[in-house]
Nanobody, 134 residues
Framework: LRFKEEGGGVVNPGGSLRLSCEAFGFSVDYYYIGWFHQAPGKAHEGVACIARDDDTTYYADSVKGRFTISRDTASNMVYLHMTDLTPEDSGVYTC????????????????????????????WGRGTRVTVSG
């Protein structure tokens, strides 16, 4: 484990949360970072990813316009700001990192969010649970 995620909790539909992902033993500047979501009974989905070199971002269609991923070099953390939450956003959110995603026809940051990347991280955390209910 090299990440510690925090910020999960219970929130009403339409509410907001900010998840944090603190890195230990390495700099977030030198890795592609992804937030992955696992809803109950479903596979992991990459919802937001940020590139290593230029902070290019990629979002899954399910969260586009509602979630924002950002990186804070000074604190060595990555954040996921989530707004307009729905019950479908409930689940465990986990950070993973790759120095370089595999080369495919996708852009590297889009490849970082591909579902199979959850099984191929260089660094990972235990996740934080989000429950949208009410």
């Amino acid at each position: 484990l090299r990440f510690k995620e925090e910020g999960g909790g219970v929130v009403n539909p339409g509410g907001s949360l900010r998840l944090s992902c603190e890195a230990f033993g390495f700099s977030v500047d030198y890795y592609y970072i992804g937030w992955f979501h696992q809803a109950p009974g479903k596979a992991h989905e990459g919802v937001a990813c940020i590139a290593r070199d230029d902070d290019t971002t990629y979002y899954a269609d399910s969260v586009k316009g509602r979630f924002t991923i950002s990186r804070d070099t000074a604190s060595n953390m990555v954040y996921l700001h989530m707004t307009d939450l729905t019950p479908e956003d409930s689940g465990v959110y986990t950070c993973i990192a790759r120095r370089t995603p595999p080369t495919t026809e996708l852009s590297p940051v889009q490849q970082m969010c591909a579902s199979e990347m959850f099984a191929l991280p260089d660094k990972w955390g235990r996740g934080t649970r989000v429950t949208v209910s009410g």
